[in-house]
């Protein structure tokens, strides 16, 4: 994918060593974006990014924490080398293994951390990227991950829905401020989806989804792509503050 002036734009994506994050990354790649694999685990960066390149994808692994404001500053530094960032897809978040206590059983060391995480590092990773966003001068993307929990309001996970529940409050704030700067803000919220975050979710949960989806197969990656996808082309660009909710229809609104 390449801008006005001939050069090839550049999508970041946080968490994209694995599931939904590698996978979009893969569609992002294969729509001819040049990728940049942020991603926490070392090695598991490493192999996201032999891997894309192996498909003729052009990926670049830089590991960040983007609960540190110090490793978001360094990811902002590195995208540099790039020129002016066209996309964000703030996607990075803990979500397996936080399930299971209801609200009042929640210790406040495991409530803040999964907060500094999920809801605060799309705010941070925007706030850094933004100079560069904004020096495309051709329109810019940032797609911030929900999740469905946050429209059900899933219980025994009250601290991961309010975490995404301000990931939505976010994107619609960020929208109103960046509209007419030429960039789009917008959430996905996926459902259930079958990956490597979702392999310790209990079986009753997964019972949930399928008795109570409209499409009632499990929810795979690529079932999110397309959306994300659009959502970083052209033909969203009056497309801003929305919440998509990709969940074959657990949630409809």
């Not at 032999?50 to 052009?58: D, F, K, V």
């Not at 995480?117 to 941070?124: E, F, G, K, T």
Request: proline content about 4%; charged content about 20%; glycine content about 10%.
């Amino acid at each position: 994918m390449t801008d006005p002036r001939g050069d090839v734009r550049t999508v970041v994506v946080t968490g994209a060593g694995r599931g939904l994050g590698l996978a979009m990354a893969r569609r992002a790649g294969a729509d001819g974006f040049r990728v940049v694999v942020a991603e926490l685990e070392q090695q598991r960066g490493r192999d996201a990014e032999r891997q894309l390149r192996a498909e003729g994808i052009a990926a670049h692994f830089v590991r960040c924490d983007v609960a540190d404001p110090a490793s978001v500053d360094e990811l902002a530094a590195f995208t540099q080398q790039f020129g002016p960032l066209y996309g964000l897809v703030n996607n990075a978040a803990l979500a397996n293994g936080v399930g299971g206590k209801e609200f009042q059983d929640i210790d406040v060391e495991v409530w803040d951390r999964l907060m500094a995480v999920n809801a605060r590092s799309p705010w941070l990773v925007s706030k850094a990227l933004l100079p560069q966003l904004l020096a495309h001068g051709a329109g810019g993307r940032i797609v911030n991950l929900a999740s469905d929990a946050a429209l059900y309001g899933s219980p025994r996970l009250a601290h991961y829905v309010a975490s995404k529940g301000a990931v939505i409050a976010l994107t619609r704030a960020m929208a109103r401020e960046l509209g007419d700067k030429g960039i789009t803000v917008n959430a996905v919220a996926p459902g259930l989806t079958e990956c490597e975050a979702t392999a310790t979710v209990p079986v009753q949960r997964h019972d949930l989804y399928r008795m109570n989806r409209a499409i009632s197969r499990p929810q795979q990656p690529d079932d999110l792509t397309g959306t994300v996808a659009f959502l970083l082309g052209e033909e969203s660009r009056y497309l801003t503050g929305q919440v998509i909710a990709v969940n074959g229809g657990f949630t409809m609104h």
